[in-house]
């Protein structure tokens, strides 16, 4: 169904008639002005906002948008989390061009939706309106801390552990792989149009590149998860991290964010990058140094944090969480040591939309 | 300067470097995965979103890049104010195309600066990204008020008294205005360069249209203010609305929805729609129907709000808020009534940006 035949307001009332909210700070939700909140007494509020522009940081031709909408929420869902905060609302603006039509639009809120409800937050507003181009999404997420149990970037303190949640690098190599078989695949369609070999063509445009035994590297990528567990798992034993982000740029960009505005150095040991298997192999398959992949990869969404060294014994013992390396007093600068003992200063090569 | 040379760290420490925050319940701002707000007790807050595309929602052709900060800031406080509530906070996300330059961005932000100076909106948080095409700009104002005094678009009742603030269609007359410009403009510059006349082209590229006599239709345009004012003016004199929006899309529209959302009917009059003389004077020019300008012609930002009869007296006498018609019982259906006496069923004809 073509979206103008709804228009903005019966789009809108299609994509959110079943929507209820659930969590208790939800006084109202779609439908007026604005939506209605009432903190949590004693609580402070936090606030964290994207936006995620078509062919910058999505490309549709194999990213399907249940996956994107799921993503876009997930990211900020990260943003929270890493203020050891909890989620409740998001807001979701969309700026839709007339090449979908309302089914696509639906796939995309279902993702949205799906990821939402993993967190039992409320979608309580948004904006949906045209785009002469491409597809933008703005998402707002709104969560509550108690004032002590925030943690901002600048608490680091030399000797504190570095930490890392789950592994680093495998959403850059899914990147990578999915990458290829879209260049493979639009140079096998060109060779068929060039050779006028209709039938090829049609069997082509029905293929589905293999990516057995890449699959994690693919969800990681399409898919990713926002590491709620870890805050949950971080105060159950009783760990307060001194400074903490989330890794969406890459691990030596958020690290170096957390060393100058903490005003310290750091000190982080390649053989102690967490890497997948899958990750490895790709990177191998690709020729590319995996180290590299993990320092500089981006999006994997994990938790970046520093724990005081008094806490080694009981940080080393969680599962999911690996130590990297730890903090330094400034004058030491951003250390990576390398397995065979070299010592490089690290450099932030991550994700910059607006660099050349 | 190219954008490219700073990157998008490096572009954002230049817009931000000088931002304090000022607002009591802001505790931190711009500089860590989230935002800080530590909520004033026993109020509630209020979020509300907006989404603005370039090419959809505003034309760089005419629109200095400075109102359009300014602008965009203001729309959403205007929702703001809607809800009854006051303004503390904004995040502000911008995806950018290399077509601007460090400095077209410091005067977008100057413009939004501007907007919330006005109203100790403090910025607190935003994205800044890339874009393939146009400029986008997403912001989401955050606001505060004690429950009782939020006002909904759905607490209307019969015989309720329709409001609204300032005058209507003078933001549409100003954009005609600004339209015909650009075609008269392009028009000339398309005969200098068919006739190859280069000298006509060069006095072409630096003539200023004149807009002198039409000066307000232009700032209704491209700095429209919110009316926080009435809010003020509305809680000295004790008067409460029963329900209020602001008017972004037109009056028609917005009318209607509270009617959708109060379970209620509407009379209004031709004669009593408030026109300022500049607006009048331009419709006349340009051949077109005033009252239908007024009606659909939308980003007045005005605010249309529902009183109860019993407070006729009071209200009519505030300097700029016009009492237009009055709510009915729904079965008498959305009517104007013209100056000859006549009745329509209202229509919605306002902007929707996903209609064709």
């Known amino acids: 169904m073509e979206i103008s035949e709804l228009g903005e307001f019966g789009l809108i009332e299609r994509l959110t008639k079943d929507i209820t909210t659930k969590d208790a700070t939800t006084v109202k939700g779609i439908g007026d002005d604005c939506a209605i909140l009432s903190p949590t007494k004693g609580l402070r509020t936090v606030v964290s906002t994207d936006l995620l522009m078509e062919g910058v940081h999505f490309d549709l031709t194999y990213v399907p948008l249940r996956h994107l909408g799921y993503k876009a929420i997930m990211v900020n869902l990260s943003d929270i989390f890493a203020m050891n905060a909890q989620p409740h609302q998001v807001t979701v603006s969309m700026a839709i061009s007339s090449k979908f039509c309302v089914e696509d639009i639906e796939e995309l809120y279902a993702g949205m939706r799906m990821a939402c409800a993993k967190w039992n937050v409320d979608i309580i507003g948004g904006d949906t309106t045209s785009s002469l181009t491409g597809l933008a999404i703005s998402i707002t997420a709104i969560g509550e801390a108690r004032s002590d149990d925030i943690v901002l970037r600048s608490g680091a303190k030399p000797n504190d552990l570095i930490c890392v949640s789950g592994n680093l690098g495998a959403a850059y190599m899914g990147l990578q792989l999915l990458e290829r078989e879209k260049a493979i695949y639009n140079e096998q369609i060109e060779e068929a149009r060039r050779s006028g070999n209709k039938k090829q063509m049609e069997l082509l445009r029905d293929a589905q590149p293999d990516f057995s035994g890449r699959e994690y590297l693919l969800e990681r990528q399409l898919k990713p998860e926002a ?130």
């Open 227 to 356: 590491r709620g567990d870890i805050i949950t798992t971080l105060k159950k034993t009783g760990i307060h991290p001194t400074s903490m982000m989330d890794i969406s740029d890459g691990l030596s960009s958020e690290l170096m964010h957390i060393c100058h505005q903490s005003g310290t150095g750091c000190r982080i040991y390649e053989e102690r990058l967490p890497l997948d298997y899958q990750t490895v192999a790709m990177a191998e398959e690709l020729n590319m140094n995996v180290s590299t992949c993990a320092l500089n990869g981006g999006e994997d969404y994990e938790l970046l944090f520093t724990v005081p060294l008094a806490q080694n014994d009981t940080i080393s013992v969680l599962e999911d969480i690996h130590v990297i390396g730890y903090m330094t007093e400034v004058d030491k600068g951003c250390a990576l040591v390398t397995r065979d003992g070299g010592e490089f200063v690290l450099k932030a090569q991550g994700w910059n939309p607006l660099k050349k």
